[in-house]
C-alpha cells in the first residue's frame, strides 16, 4: 500500500535588495516598512487557513522559506511567522524547516537566532564560486560571502547546508566550472542544486544577450558542465536524487520531495502556489492586491483548479520522473489510461525513458528534455498521441525545445472542448 506522502508549508517572501539579469520571478525590491506590512498580512493569512485547515490532522514535515530572498527580513520577523505556523499546523519532531538565504544578507548573530528559533537548514544561493560570472549577471556578494556563511552557519549549529550553484553563466568555462565545483566541494554542503541558466523573457539578461553584450548559453558547453558537475559531485560521495539536486545519503530535500512525489503544500505570500487535496491554486502576483484582499478578510488566491483524476495521474507520473529512483507504475495509476500507456512505450523506444518492470525513469538523454516528456505524457493522456522521434526533440536546443513543447500545450488546449 502506498505510503502517505508528508504535507507542507511554503512561505513566499518577495523581496530583494536587487534584481539579478537572470531573474523572471516576482519580487519587489526591500524596504523596511513593506517588508513590516508584508509580515503582518502574512500572518493574516496564516491565521485564515489556521481557522479552515486544509491538511489532514498529521504535523507538517516540512516548512520553506523562499523568495526572493527570505533574509531580507530580520532573523525576529522570520522566527515569528513560522512560531505561528507552527501553532497553527503542528511540526513533526523530525520536520525539515529551511530558509533560504543570500550570502550578503546574514551575519553570525541572524544565523543564531534562526537556529534558535526552530530552523534546521539554510540554503544558500552561491550560483558560482566565480566573482566575474557573478557580476556579469547581476549577482550581489562574493565567493567570500559564501565561504563566510557557510563558516557562521556552521558555527551557529546549522548541520544541514544547501549550496545553489548555475551552470552556463557569461564566460564559464570548464575550467572555471571546475573550480567552483571543487571549491565548493570543500565547504562540505550537505546538498547542492545545480542548475542551468535559462534566459526568460523580459529579463536584463535577455536585452543584455540581444545586444551582444553578454553571449548566449551554449548548448553544447551547458550539457558538458552538467556531465562535469555529475561525475566531479557523485565522486565525492553526492548522489544525484532528482535532475538538478544532489544530496549527501540522508540529506535529500524533504520539502522538494513533495513536489515530486505528489504530497500536500499550502503556499503563503504573493504569487506562492498550493497543492492540496487535488486542487491546485496561486496567490496574486501582486503584493498591494495581496494586501487588499487579506484586508478584507479573503484569502488571496487568483487562480485555482480542481485537477481530474486523469491529471493528477499524470502530474504524478511526470514530477515523480525527475527523481532518478523514478516512479512505480502502479503507484500512479498511469496503467489505467491507454493514451499514457502509448506514450511511455513510445519515449521508452526513443531513449527519453528507461523501465525495469513496474518502474520508469528518465534516461540520462531524457534528462535533458524532461519537459518534452512531460508534454509527450500529456500528450498521451488527451489521446493527442506523441508522434516520437517524427518530432526529433533531440535535434533542438533545448530552448527551442522547451518552445516547441509550448506549442504542443497551446495546439493541445486548442483541440480540448
Ligand atoms: S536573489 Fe533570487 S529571487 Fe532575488 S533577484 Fe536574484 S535570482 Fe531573483
Not at 520553506?64 to 531580507?72: N, W
Not at 522538494?256 to 504569487?271: A, K
Not at 527519453?352 to 534528462?367: A, D, K
Request: hydrophobic share 35%; aromatic share 8%; charged share 20%.
Amino acid at each position: 500500500m502506498r505510503q502517505a506522502t508528508d504535507q507542507g508549508l511554503y512561505i513566499h517572501v518577495p523581496f530583494c535588495h536587487q534584481r539579478c539579469h537572470f531573474c523572471a520571478f516576482y519580487l519587489e525590491i526591500h524596504h523596511q516598512r513593506a517588508a513590516a506590512e508584508f509580515v503582518a498580512s502574512l500572518l493574516t493569512e496564516l491565521h485564515l487557513y489556521a481557522d479552515a485547515s486544509p491538511f489532514d490532522a498529521r504535523p507538517l514535515g516540512s516548512i520553506y522559506f523562499g523568495g526572493g530572498t527570505p533574509t531580507t527580513l530580520d532573523a525576529a520577523q522570520l522566527t515569528r511567522i513560522l512560531s505561528a505556523a507552527v501553532d497553527a499546523f503542528g511540526l513533526a519532531s523530525d520536520a525539515e524547516v529551511t530558509v533560504e538565504a543570500h550570502p550578503g544578507s546574514v551575519t553570525l548573530e541572524s544565523v543564531r537566532t534562526l537556529r534558535s528559533g526552530g530552523f534546521t537548514r539554510l540554503s544558500l544561493g552561491a550560483e558560482s564560486m566565480n566573482q566575474g560570472e557573478l557580476d556579469r549577471v547581476g549577482r550581489p556578494g562574493s565567493p567570500l560571502n559564501t565561504r563566510q556563511v557557510v563558516t557562521i552557519a556552521r558555527e551557529a549549529g546549522f548541520e544541514n547546508i544547501n549550496l545553489d550553484l548555475m551552470y552556463g553563466l557569461p564566460g564559464q568555462t570548464v575550467e572555471s566550472w571546475t573550480r567552483s565545483l571543487q571549491e565548493i566541494l570543500a565547504l562540505n554542503p550537505t546538498h547542492l542544486s545545480c542548475y542551468a541558466l535559462t534566459v526568460e523573457d523580459g529579463t536584463a539578461l535577455q536585452t543584455a544577450i540581444r545586444r551582444g553584450m553578454v553571449p548566449a548559453p551554449d548548448e553544447s558547453l551547458q550539457n558538458e558542465l552538467e556531465d562535469l558537475a555529475e561525475t566531479t559531485l557523485t565522486g565525492a560521495g553526492y548522489r544525484r536524487y532528482e535532475i538538478s539536486n544532489y544530496s549527501l545519503p540522508g540529506f535529500a530535500s524533504r520539502h522538494n520531495r513533495l513536489h515530486w512525489t505528489g504530497g500536500h503544500y499550502l503556499g503563503l505570500g504573493p504569487s506562492a502556489q498550493s497543492y492540496v487535496g487535488g486542487r491546485r491554486f496561486g496567490n496574486v502576483s501582486n503584493l498591494a492586491a495581496y494586501h487588499s484582499s487579506l484586508q478584507n478578510g479573503r484569502r488571496p488566491v487568483s487562480e485555482s483548479e480542481q485537477l481530474s483524476r486523469a491529471h493528477e495521474t499524470c502530474e504524478r507520473l511526470t514530477f515523480g520522473l525527475r527523481l532518478t529512483e523514478g516512479v512505480v507504475l502502479d503507484e500512479t495509476g498511469a496503467l489505467s489510461f491507454p493514451g499514457l500507456r502509448h506514450a511511455i512505450a513510445t519515449l521508452t523506444v526513443d531513449g527519453l525513458l528507461e523501465g525495469n518492470g513496474n518502474v520508469v525513469r528518465l534516461s540520462s538523454r531524457g534528462r535533458r528534455y524532461a519537459d518534452t516528456v512531460a508534454v509527450a505524457l500529456l500528450a498521451g493522456l488527451e489521446e493527442a498521441p506523441y508522434r516520437g522521434s517524427a518530432l526529433d526533440f533531440s535535434a533542438l536546443p533545448r530552448q527551442q525545445c522547451t518552445a516547441a513543447a509550448n506549442d504542443m500545450i497551446v495546439e493541445q488546449d486548442a483541440a480540448s472542448p
